[in-house]
């Protein structure tokens, strides 16, 4: 795994939000997958960990945004947790996934991955977390993958189009939205395996 992404772990990270702002608006959902890879060097998904979040102090909550994922950021049933206790239950067991891969850090891997990466960092600020496991401005977009592999950039459609099964009815669910995004890189860093495309890269260097 080290020596796929030049020391890097990738690590697929999906938020759910109450606007556009990672600096004023409310993060209130996250989860992340962890990635592995087999004997043969296919990735394969690993463990998935989800929470949900409590507004931060002063949080903007656009309504828009929670008519859109349908979200009540003060329902009790939510169980959500702080913004600080969420981002370190899920930083603990990347840091830890980091180390038994060999990798140097994790690389945030997200479906339009600027968005998620922006509200994972802006939260990290605001609770002074000094050990984000994220490097700090490289990620990795099934967006723009999908773009390149099935002519497509909308999660759903590229799913389908890469014979992954997608039921809408889900999708807006962080955990959900994780796990098939997740789903998407591995099958298109594994078909490019297959295709001749990473041996070729390998073989340079030899």
């Given at each position: 795994m080290s020596n796929r992404f030049r020391g890097y772990l990738p690590v697929v990270i999906d938020v759910e939000t109450a606007g556009f702002n990672a600096q004023t608006d409310a993060l209130l959902?996250?989860?992340?997958?962890?990635?592995?890879?087999?004997?043969?060097?296919?990735?394969?998904?690993?463990?998935?960990?989800?929470?949900?979040v409590a507004p931060?102090?002063?949080?903007?909550l656009?309504?828009?945004?929670?008519?859109?994922?349908?979200?009540?950021?003060?329902?009790p049933l939510r169980g959500a947790i702080p913004e600080e206790e969420a981002l370190e239950k899920i930083f603990k067991p990347i840091r830890k996934a980091v180390k038994s891969h060999n990798c140097k850090r994790a690389i945030l891997v997200g479906h339009n991955a600027s968005f998620d990466h922006g509200f994972v960092t802006a939260a990290a600020e605001r609770c002074d977390i000094k050990r984000n496991p994220f490097h700090p401005f490289s990620t990795f977009d099934t967006a723009t993958l999908a773009g390149l592999a099935f002519g497509h950039t909308v999660l759903a459609r590229s799913c389908d189009l890469a014979d992954i099964d997608f039921d809408g009815k889900q999708a807006h669910s962080a955990l959900y939205d994780t796990m098939k995004t997740a789903e998407l890189f591995c099958t298109i860093v594994n078909r490019w395996k297959d295709l001749g495309g990473w041996q070729m890269v390998e073989d340079r260097f030899e």
């Open positions: 959902e996250i989860a992340a997958v962890t990635l592995t890879m087999d004997d043969d060097g296919n990735l394969l998904i690993d463990e998935s960990y989800e929470f949900n931060f102090e002063g949080a903007n656009e309504k828009s945004a929670l008519d859109f994922t349908g979200i009540d950021p003060y329902n």
